[in-house]
């Protein structure tokens, strides 16, 4: 059975950083790429970052600069750094696997306030 558990959410203030984690199970990891989306109230999941099996990452506008994505095939785990948030950065952020098909997590909060 697919698992994808994410990890690292909570309240952080504009300006800082936080980090989370996106561990699987039940799939040859090595193969998938795995991304980072998120969904803010009120608006469409949107694509955050991906690294794919040969760790070439790529991001979306928004966070391009300011967020890393990267991988650990030896541990099944993806990681989303993010720094310089911004209260926009608010959101449910949900961890992706994706070869054929598509697995997802059941997400983690991320608010950006003060």
């Known amino acids: 059975q697919v698992q994808l558990v994410e990890h690292g959410g909570g309240l952080v203030q504009p300006g800082g950083s936080l980090g989370l984690s996106c561990a699987a199970s039940g799939i040859g990891f090595n193969i998938f790429s795995m991304s980072w989306y998120r969904q803010a109230p009120g608006k469409q999941r949107e694509w955050v970052a991906t690294?794919?099996?040969?760790?070439?990452?790529n991001y979306g506008d928004s966070v391009k600069g300011r967020f890393t994505i990267s991988r650990d095939n030896g541990k099944n785990t993806v990681y989303l750094q993010m720094n310089s948030l911004k209260p926009e950065d608010t959101a449910v952020y949900y961890c992706?696997?994706?070869?054929?098909?598509?697995?997802w997590g059941k997400g983690t909060l991320v608010t950006v306030s003060s």
């Open positions: 992706n696997a994706k070869f054929l098909k598509d697995y």
């Open positions: 690294v794919t099996p040969g760790n070439v990452s």
